[in-house]
């Protein structure tokens, strides 16, 4: 596998591997989403090698806002999910990275402001950059409910990124 540097930290990114966004955490672990949206978050995360995917790549800031957006919204309040979840990441058997972020706040600001992406979003795009390169990958996968946005990104940026669409269980086809 190839490796990824990250703050003199080794990781072994597996070439099936795919990253995952805060809205599928959402949607996987949240009580009042749509129950059709949790049932395929849900399968999605728990069988990975139905969807090709050998290793989840978790940043943590993603983490971090999808515990927030569990916990503190008005209309979810759901700090068993928010459990719930960091029980998934946590198990033993799931083939889960977590990713710290190695990126400046510049390099960070410079994308949010060329792009008009939230701070999470520029954190991915940057991530997969990195890793794409440092163990040279073609592309890397992304699983996401936010398909507009990482699509005009996706011409935009060198990133060589791969987007699933949670929504549809599916990779979305190239522009």
Request: charged share 30%.
């Given at each position: 596998?190839?490796?990824?540097?990250?703050?003199?930290?080794?990781?072994?990114?597996d070439r099936l591997a795919t990253?995952?966004?805060?809205?599928?955490?959402?949607?996987?672990?949240?009580?009042?989403?749509?129950?059709?949206?949790?049932?395929?978050?849900?399968?999605?995360?728990?069988?990975?090698?139905?969807?090709?995917?050998?290793?989840?790549?978790?940043?943590?800031?993603?983490?971090?806002?999808?515990?927030?957006?569990?916990?503190?919204?008005?209309?979810?309040?759901?700090?068993?999910?928010?459990?719930?979840?960091?029980?998934?990441?946590?198990?033993?058997?799931?083939?889960?990275?977590?990713?710290?972020?190695?990126?400046?706040?510049?390099?960070?600001?410079?994308?949010?402001r060329a792009h008009r992406v939230?701070?999470?979003?520029?954190?991915?795009?940057?991530?997969?950059?990195?890793?794409?390169?440092?163990?040279?990958?073609?592309?890397?996968?992304?699983?996401?409910?936010?398909?507009?946005?990482?699509?005009?990104?996706?011409?935009?940026?060198?990133?060589?990124?791969?987007?699933?669409?949670?929504?549809?269980?599916?990779?979305?086809?190239?522009?």
């Open positions: 596998m190839p490796q990824y540097r990250l703050d003199g930290d080794d990781v072994e990114v990253m995952i966004d805060t809205g599928v955490f959402i949607a996987a672990f949240s009580r009042s989403e749509n129950a059709d949206l949790r049932d395929r978050a849900r399968d999605l995360l728990e069988n990975p090698t139905r969807y090709s995917v050998r290793q989840w790549l978790v940043p943590a800031v993603v983490i971090v806002e999808s515990w927030g957006m569990l916990t503190k919204s008005e209309h979810r309040r759901d700090t068993e999910g928010a459990l719930r979840m960091l029980t998934w990441i946590n198990h033993v058997g799931n083939p889960v990275v977590v990713l710290r972020s190695a990126s400046q706040p510049s390099d960070i600001e410079s994308i949010v939230d701070v999470v979003d520029a954190v991915l795009i940057d991530l997969i950059e990195k890793i794409a390169a440092q163990c040279r990958m073609r592309s890397l996968r992304l699983a996401t409910l936010d398909i507009s946005d990482f699509s005009r990104l996706r011409g935009q940026r060198t990133a060589p990124l791969r987007l699933f669409d949670v929504r549809h269980l599916q990779d979305e086809e190239d522009d």
